[in-house]
């Protein structure tokens, strides 16, 4: 199923799906953030990414560049070959919604936090 696909999964049309597919996989995100503030090398992510495989990055880079959010350069001029990561256009437009994702995110666990510390100091 693709993106587009994606969107009808329910029976009814849902972009929020499509959004959440192609956001889905537990690297995208990260690749996302980490493609705002500079173009990388794939062994530049990597080095960032160190509890991600080689060949989960290859394929969560596959996946982003297939949804159109994540574009390749291929330098096969230099030697070795430079593979260079960029956000599109597109990619670059998920940024305020990474940003606000972020944001709710630490909400959410300051949220958490101070329920559990609350529950605890009450037992």
Known sequence: MNTIQ??????????????????????????????MSKDRRFSDLKRTMPSCTKRMLALQLNQLEESEIVHRDVFADTVPIKTVYSLTSLGKTLVPIINSMNNWGSHYIKIRETATTTLHSQN
């Open 6 to 35: 994606s969107s009808t999964k329910h029976h009814e049309f849902c972009p929020l799906d499509t959004t959440l597919e192609i956001l889905s996989g537990k690297w995208k995100s990260i690749i996302i953030c980490r493609l």
